[in-house]
């Protein structure tokens, strides 16, 4: 019959962000009468994250998990994000703006970007951030919610949020066991495999607990406990493109008001971290260690915060790259155990969420059938590549800097996918994106401009406008997003007011 091969019980392996956010989503759409949900994790292990950066998409995850913003921002010391500002990375001592809303006004789409380059080609001497109210709102320290309205120049916004990534997985802990799903505490150990298929059938904790199931989730970060130690799934190596390999993460003294971005600041040996949370700031390294030495780069990295550290520094290894697969016979690997990509672009949690809601969409039967697989794997290969060229783009793209990091991120040789996107911007300006790629024109449009890249053309269509007309439109835009933009509430006083409401 069609329902003897339905599941009937998932096991989520390692809980932390990634586990926990797992659960959550797979408790709200499972009928848990039918189908039962297991995580096993240990509390010796810990969690990776001393601070979360998030970006936009965040904002579905929230929502098919049902949790309250103004909860979820009292439980986690979270506050709110605007985008990313790049120090030093262009070349030393310039920075730009990643901003998570539109350019210019909602009615102008992808022609704000042509509109703008005309006007340079003309003599216009202004900065591309100046016509993004998040940039602006940013800098200044300001935060407002979007407007629904499209004649608002509110409705250009876009926001995410910085978190505290323990209190968030203990959030979601206490939400999932609240709806049923069953914890186990302790270390995996044996696993069992079908003599045949090779499936998981079951996992043995430490404390020998055996918990059986037909779908496993392996959260259990780089090590991969299931997807590589049982299933020796295999790893695509990326660092010859991206060469940092290790991370220092402390927590910091709050001195000042969180500002309503992130900061990613180039170093000599890579780039550090600054995530402003309520209570405190999460700080952190990431480098390359054969051109710095661990307590070289803890060195700078205390040198460098803005507060009193509150810890001594942890260590993270880490090897940039994806599993072969994501999702070998019935074992679907969400988070760090997938693969990695260095947080530039505050993509972990989101590639964590993605991961879920393409499970959710190709959710299987116990068979695990090898198209809905296949279908998986290809998706997620095809978005964290995206992501890959994404942060490819900030290192090679620089000037003026003579480390050999940076010399050799100059000189690298790079995926074709994402050498076609530089041509095609050189030559007109236009940003070449597939339909279902994460970052979209403005975020590419904003990287491209601030690594340095300037096209040698726009679109001819905006010929069809008056040079003056045009010219007179952009200041008008840029006046109404300097105006918008001191109207709105601080910052800090709005998401204290949210917290107290």
């Known amino acids: 019959?069609?329902?003897?091969?339905?599941?009937?019980?998932?096991?989520?392996?390692?809980?932390?962000?990634?586990?926990?956010?797992?659960?959550?989503?797979?408790?709200?759409?499972?009928?848990?009468?039918?189908?039962?949900?297991?995580?096993?994790?240990?509390?010796?292990?810990g969690i990776i994250g001393v601070g979360e950066a998030t970006i936009p998409t965040i904002h579905w995850f929230n929502r098919i998990a049902g949790i309250d913003e103004q909860?979820?921002?009292?439980?986690?010391?979270?506050?709110?994000?605007?985008?990313?500002?790049?120090?030093?990375?262009?070349?030393?001592?310039?920075?730009?703006?990643?901003?998570?809303?539109?350019?210019?006004?909602?009615?102008?789409?992808?022609?704000f970007q042509h509109r703008w380059l005309k006007a340079r080609r003309g003599g216009l001497d202004d900065d591309f951030a100046d016509y993004s109210l998040n940039t602006v709102a940013a800098r200044a320290g300001k935060f407002e919610f979007p407007a629904t309205d499209p004649r608002s120049l509110l409705s250009t916004l876009g926001y995410a949020y910085h978190f505290d990534a323990a209190l968030y997985a203990r959030f979601l802990r206490s939400r999932c066991e609240a709806r049923g799903v069953e914890r186990y505490e302790g270390r995996v150990g044996k696993i069992d495999q079908h003599a045949e298929t090779g499936f998981i059938t079951a996992v043995h904790t430490s404390r020998g607990e055996s918990i059986g199931g037909d779908l496993f989730i392996d959260c259990t970060g780089f090590r991969g406990l299931l997807i590589e130690g049982a299933l020796d799934t295999g790893f695509e190596d990326w660092s010859h493109w991206l060469?940092?390999?290790?991370?220092?993460?402390?927590?910091?003294?709050?001195?000042a008001a969180p500002v309503p971005y992130t900061r990613a600041t180039a170093r000599?040996?890579?780039?550090?971290?600054?995530?402003?949370?309520?209570?405190?700031?999460?700080?952190?390294?990431?480098?390359?260690?054969?051109?710095?030495?661990?307590?070289?780069?803890?060195?700078?990295?205390?040198?460098?915060?803005?507060?009193?550290?509150?810890?001594?520094?942890?260590?993270?290894?880490?090897?940039?790259?994806?599993?072969?697969?994501?999702?070998?016979?019935n074992v679907v690997a969400i988070g760090l155990s997938s693969g990695f990509l260095e947080p530039l672009e505050s993509t972990s949690i989101h590639l964590i969420q993605s991961g879920i809601a393409k499970l959710l969409s190709l959710f299987p039967t116990r068979d695990c059938d090898p198209y809905t697989v296949e279908q998986y794997n290809r998706v997620i290969r095809e978005e964290i590549e995206g992501v890959r060229d994404f942060l490819l783009l900030h290192y090679h793209s620089t000037a003026g800097k003579s480390d050999p990091l940076w010399e050799q991120c100059r000189g690298m040789v790079l995926p074709d996918s994402l050498r076609y996107k530089e041509e095609h911007f050189a030559r007109s300006g236009r940003i070449v994106?597939?339909?279902?790629?994460?970052?979209?024109?403005?975020?590419?449009?904003?990287?491209?401009?601030?690594?340095?890249?300037?096209?040698?053309?726009?679109?001819?269509?905006?010929?069809?406008?008056?040079?003056?007309?045009?010219l007179a439109y952009l200041r008008s835009i840029k006046e109404n997003i300097k105006a918008t933009a001191a109207r709105m509430p601080e910052h800090t006083s709005f998401f204290e007011a949210r917290r107290t409401a």
Request: net charge positive.
């Open 1 to 45: 019959m069609l329902n003897d091969n339905r599941i009937t019980k998932i096991v989520i392996v390692g809980g932390g962000t990634a586990g926990w956010m797992a659960a959550a989503a797979l408790a709200q759409a499972v009928d848990l009468r039918r189908c039962t949900i297991a995580l096993v994790e240990s509390d010796e292990i």
């Open 71 to 111: 909860q979820f921002m009292r439980e986690t010391q979270a506050t709110f994000k605007l985008g990313i500002e790049f120090p030093n990375w262009a070349r030393p001592g310039h920075t730009y703006f990643h901003p998570f809303g539109r350019y210019g006004f909602a009615n102008d789409g992808v022609s």
């Open 243 to 255: 060469p940092c390999d290790r991370a220092l993460a402390v927590p910091s003294e709050r001195i």
């Open 268 to 329: 000599e040996a890579g780039w550090q971290w600054r995530i402003p949370l309520q209570h405190r700031t999460g700080n952190g390294y990431v480098f390359c260690s054969r051109l710095i030495s661990d307590d070289e780069a803890a060195s700078v990295l205390l040198k460098n915060l803005d507060g009193r550290a509150l810890a001594a520094p942890r260590l993270i290894p880490f090897r940039t790259g994806r599993r072969a697969k994501a999702w070998n016979k």
């Open 433 to 470: 994106l597939g339909s279902d790629e994460l970052f979209k024109d403005s975020s590419w449009f904003a990287v491209l401009t601030g690594q340095g890249h300037r096209p040698r053309d726009y679109n001819p269509l905006i010929d069809s406008i008056d040079a003056g007309e045009n």
